[in-house]
């Protein structure tokens, strides 16, 4: 498994390798202002969020052979600043653990996460297969509109409320706390009429779900746990619906995940990536626990065409 990875790690990026957030450190996630990673380097490469990109980029110029272990050896730091100074450390872990990967050898089917293999025989996935089929629903409760492949998702996100009323966007609106200084925390990219949290993303692999399962949880646990952060959603939404706020001691009953994927293809318990199957099946175990119910929705998507009576979108 390691040496087939390894050879993975040298190819161009296929989908089979994505991030995944420690699931033990989704708190630590959350707060982080800066990532400091360090790949086959003397030196940190800082960002505002993991980068898969540069990790991945790091190991395919490394001798075959060694790829796997320098993402065992090799750490990613978290900190509670973006000037990432010594004061300001958070938790430091093994590259290995923020990713996942899926390997085939022959008809057996393993998976990396958290830094552990794992085997998923047929009956595993039976089961994953049929918790994704209750979870994604033909009759939804929100009821979002098409989306112009190409167009990107801050735009739909923002012109959602104009074509449906009553939703509101808080895309990159995020909240503050103690906790999550510096950039906050996007607590959802939607607000529905009935106040379930949307969490809307266009997925062309895993990587992009995966972010958006663990946007939820950090949401989630945000509004649960920290009451500055909740009153400060609470303000938000007064503002921007005057006249519905949130009713008092808000605790988000709904999250929706609505996903559109690469191309517009349906979303099914069958065109839904492997890996993201499990992924998803673990984040709603999560939240349902909590008392959350969780649903998942495709959005339809939509072509534009030019005529000489200008724009116009049609149903894919």
């Known amino acids: 498994m390691e040496k087939r990875l390894d050879d993975m790690l040298g190819e161009p990026p296929d989908g089979r390798v994505a991030v995944a ?155 503050r706390s103690a906790l999550h200084r510096g950039n906050g925390v996007e607590i959802c990219d939607l607000l529905s009429p009935e106040d379930a949290l949307v969490m809307v993303k266009r997925a062309k692999g895993s990587d992009a779900l995966s972010q958006l399962f663990g946007q939820a949880v950090v949401a989630v646990q945000t509004l649960l746990h920290s009451p500055e952060a909740a009153d400060g959603f609470a303000r938000k939404v007064a503002a921007a619906r005057p006249g519905s706020a949130l009713p008092e001691s808000f605790r988000p009953s709904k999250v929706v995940f609505a996903i559109l994927l690469k191309n517009g293809t349906d979303l099914t318990a069958d065109t839904l990536f492997p890996f993201s199957q499990v992924t998803l099946v673990q984040t709603a175990k999560m939240l349902e626990a909590w008392g959350i119910a969780v649903e998942v929705v495709g959005i339809q998507a939509t072509v534009a065409f030019s005529s000489r009576a200008g724009i116009r979108h049609l149903a894919a």
Do not use: M
């Open 21 to 175: 957030v420690p699931s033990d450190h989704w708190d630590d996630y959350g707060a982080a202002q800066a990532f400091a990673t360090k790949v086959h380097s003397k030196d940190f490469y800082l960002t505002d969020d993991f980068s898969l990109e540069y990790v991945l980029n790091r190991a395919r110029v490394q001798r075959a052979g060694t790829r796997f272990a320098e993402l065992r050896d090799d750490t990613v730091t978290l900190y509670a600043r973006t000037r990432a100074e010594k004061g300001d450390v958070i938790w430091t872990s093994s590259v290995l653990r923020w990713i996942e990967a899926e390997v085939a050898l022959g008809a057996r089917r393993f998976f990396l996460l958290d830094g552990q293999w794992y085997e998923i025989g047929e009956a595993y996935l039976e089961v994953i297969r049929s918790q994704v089929e209750r979870l994604i629903t033909d009759t939804p409760s929100v009821d979002l509109p098409a989306r112009v492949l190409g167009d990107k998702e801050r735009d739909y996100d923002e012109s959602v409320p104009d074509l449906r009323p009553g939703y509101v966007c808080f895309d990159r609106d995020n909240v």
